[in-house]
């Protein structure tokens, strides 16, 4: 069974998606108009804090849910249209995995392949290389329910590209992995993309979006606020960031730095206490407002200096932090 020939253009594209779901007393528009553009290629990563609609828009697209308005594109298909071509062509890894415990690898593979309407011996020959692939050669014959998490998940992906998607859907990947298995994923994925695969994933790490995504967007309440790459949405934060602990006193603080000149922006999270300011040159700066804040009768229990990260970029579109967020 040969691979696709590789697709070298838009790969999916959403116009003003949409969709609601409805209760006997109310309607929820979880997606509210999402615009996406994903180049064959590509590492698309996806943020949102829970809630936000970047799972409802990842199922729409993996044909899951049907929205409920709007149009998309999925590896040149028309997702309303030819939702069961669609899925010939993606593959879907969930977040919560779908292996069954009493079979091999092996097996969960060549089963998958019959899925997609290869022959036994099609199946089994591919089933060979993607174990071989994700270096599960020698565990290929063990059921799953043996498998550690980061060899279950290494297993999900394989389910996801035994019959050669040309895009691949990864809800949260790594959520539940030690840093070596994570690290591992990654370097998976990446091998995805140098073979062409199209690789659209929603994650909740910060690290693992400017790590792997060519390019992200961000996703809340039901719409994109932003969209570009890592070091594209990190340059609109101009200059440094300047976090201030002061013990409770976040709301006298904020009022004193936001009348200083050199303090573009400034805000105060009443949860920890801590009071963020956005300056033109953190190192003149930090010396500045500690003798201001000492000046002033305070005394900061903690001081950062950063350059802005996509936390940043995250607090400022949505005003909280992902880092907070548990994973869904």
């Known amino acids: 069974m040969s691979a696709p020939t590789p697709i070298r253009n838009v790969m999916i594209q959403t116009s003003d998606l949409r969709r609601t779901f409805k209760t006997r007393k109310t309607a929820v528009e979880a997606v509210q108009g999402v615009d996406l553009s994903v180049a064959a290629g590509e590492i698309f990563g996806f943020l949102g804090p829970n809630g936000a609609g970047k799972t409802t828009t990842l199922r729409i697209l993996a044909t899951l849910l049907t929205p409920t308005s709007g149009e998309a594109t999925v590896a040149g298909v028309d997702l309303r249209r030819e939702p069961q071509e669609v899925r010939r062509r993606i593959g879907y890894v969930p977040q919560g995995g779908s292996t069954d415990p009493a079979e091999t690898g092996r097996g969960e593979l060549v089963i998958q392949g019959r899925l997609y309407g290869m022959s036994k011996a099609d199946a089994t020959s591919r089933a060979a290389e993607v174990l071989e692939k994700l270096d599960l050669t020698a565990s290929a014959d063990r059921t799953t329910g043996t498998y550690s998490g980061g060899m279950k998940r290494r297993l999900d992906v394989g389910l996801g590209i035994v019959h050669r998607p040309r895009v691949l859907f990864l809800d949260e990947p790594t959520t539940g992995l030690d840093p070596q298995a994570r690290a591992r994923m990654w370097d998976e994925i990446r091998k995805l993309r140098s073979e062409g695969t199209t690789v ?129």
């Open 200 to 328: 659209f994933m929603t994650t909740h790490y910060l690290e693992e979006a400017d790590a792997l995504a060519d390019r992200l967007a961000i996703i809340d309440h039901g719409k994109i606020v932003a969209s570009g790459t890592a070091d594209e949405l990190k340059q609109a934060v101009a200059g440094d960031v300047v976090t201030i602990g002061v013990n409770g006193a976040g709301a006298q603080v904020l009022a004193l730095v936001e009348k200083v000149p050199f303090v573009r922006e400034s805000s105060h999270d009443d949860d920890s206490g801590l009071v963020r300011m956005y300056v033109d040159r953190g190192e003149l700066a930090v010396p500045q407002l500690l003798r201001m804040l000492d000046s002033a009768g305070f005394a900061p229990t903690s001081i950062t200096l950063h350059k802005p990260s996509l936390d940043d970029v995250f607090l400022r579109q949505t005003g909280r932090s992902l880092r907070e967020e548990p994973a869904a």
